[in-house]
């Protein structure tokens, strides 16, 4: 582990002015993404500035417009239980009930949330392979390696990573605004300009500058936010990363959509935003599949897919199907050292798993959607292999409940689900409107 030297701050103006002046500090609230990166030697910071006692900072409040103001410093459980949210904007508890574990959704904040890097596994590689965002001008190693969660919207030649913040699409999707305190004072940004593609400077993530600190995050009122909701496909059922996201706001006239916001996570560097489908989709009955799919793949003809991620754009009608890219397998040498098995995550290539991992690849180069996504099993022998893999099943994270069964709920070890503020079978219970529903799951096909 990095060494690093901890302090605490408990005056905004001084932590700010700190972190303008040195470098080599970094703030920490949560810390359940900045540690990772400093085991993964990612981010090396000499000194860490505990933020977590800032006043006021850790306020989730309503505002008199009917609006919502979640403080930098609120714990993604808390924000996810709020009555406030839930009722006036679900689509923000959705994305934070379906990320991560319960234990995470305890300690990480939501600045930190939306501040997180990506999970591109040639960056959180330790062996250093050839990463313009870990060593800029090093390369990118996965333009032509292991792409499938990569970017098929945005990217460039130096970096096609995407953003992995469940949350950050709601709240694109939401047109939220992230107050921002720094040494000129403090300033709102849009939450469409927060993020960036990555052009030429990818090793930058955000427009945030040295000794910026993230005070809030503002949901203004909006017609669409009680009819919200939140879909994620992932390679399995929980503790995953999006393959692809997708979050919808809906007005309805009847059965008639009157307006709608939709982004789309897990495609690009930023949160994206559907701005010519919202646009397509006005006046569309729910009731009309064809049309809102039709009305959807407006926005994918933009859609660059790689040699391996093509199977995001296949729900949609229109966009074209070739990859960019050569459809060629990587060498195995090219392989990160670090990459994790998509099924159990461990690491080593002996393991079980990655055989798997390599054809489901190939099926992806092939174009067969089905074996690509379900990994080529029936449900039957995919039960049956489930039980043959013990190590399979989810942590212990009040999600799954069998484990709980065969470990003893709330024994040492096991953490009962009841201790959890909220979980994420409750995003399952959340109900959403079928107006949303209707949008988003034609937006995944
Ligand atoms: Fe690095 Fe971006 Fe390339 Fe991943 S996609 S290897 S993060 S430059």
Partial sequence: MHPFALSRADDPTKAIAAHAQDPQLAFIAGGTDLIGLMKDRAQLPERLLDINGLPDMARIEALPDGGLRIGALARMSDVAAHPDVRRGFPVIAEGLLFAASGQLRNMASMGGNIMQRTRCAYFRDEDDRPCNKRRPGSGCAALHGLNRNHAIFGWSDACVATNPSDVAVALAALDATVVVRGPAGERAIPFADF?????????????????????????????????????????????????????????????????????????????????????????????????????????????????????????????????????TMPSKSSWPSALHCARCRQREHAHECHRTTDVTLRW???????????????????????????????????????????????????VHPSKHAAHESDAKALEPPSSARAVVSAASG
């Fill in 364 to 414: 992806a180069a092939q174009g067969d959607r089905r074996r690509a996504l379900h990994g080529g099993y029936s449900a039957r022998r995919r039960d049956a292999r489930r039980d043959r893999f013990q190590h399979h099943r989810e942590r212990p994270d009040g999600v799954d409940r069998d484990f709980h069964r065969r470990k003893g709920a709330g024994r040492a070890g096991g």
């Fill in 195 to 327: 993020h960036r593609l990555p052009g030429d400077t990818p090793e930058r993530d955000n427009v945030l500058g040295r000794g910026d600190l993230i005070v809030s995050i503002d949901v203004p009122a909006c017609a669409e936010g009680r009819a919200s909701h939140y879909l994620k496909i992932r390679d399995r059922q929980s503790y995953e990363f999006a393959l692809v996201s997708a979050a919808a706001a809906v007005a309805t006239d009847g059965r008639r959509i009157r307006s709608v916001r939709l982004a789309l996570g897990g495609v690009a560097h930023k949160p994206w935003r559907l701005h010519a489908a919202e646009a397509a989709l006005r006046e569309v009955s729910l009731d009309d599949s064809h049309c809102l799919k039709g009305a959807i793949a407006t926005s994918f003809t933009e859609a660059r897919p790689l040699a391996h991620n093509a199977f995001k754009v296949w729900q949609s009608p229109r966009p074209s199907r070739t990859p960019a890219r050569s459809p």
